[in-house]
């Protein structure tokens, strides 16, 4: 349980970036939401699977 407590860090920062740019683009250019927010989303989706996958592991072992 240690090593998933580690290992979320890295999908944690993941997601933070991927909003922290999605804010900042918008911000630049409030056009682009629609088009800035489906790609945030899916990569927070990517991001939160990493782990989903990582806690899986940590109860498999």
Known sequence: MVGYGLAAIGPGVGIGLIFAAYISGVARQPEAQSRLQSI?????????????????????L
């Not at 945030?40 to 498999?60: D, K, N, P, R, W």
């Open 40 to 60: 945030a989303i899916l990569g927070f989706a990517l991001a939160e699977a990493l782990a989903i996958i990582g806690i899986a592991l940590a109860f498999v």
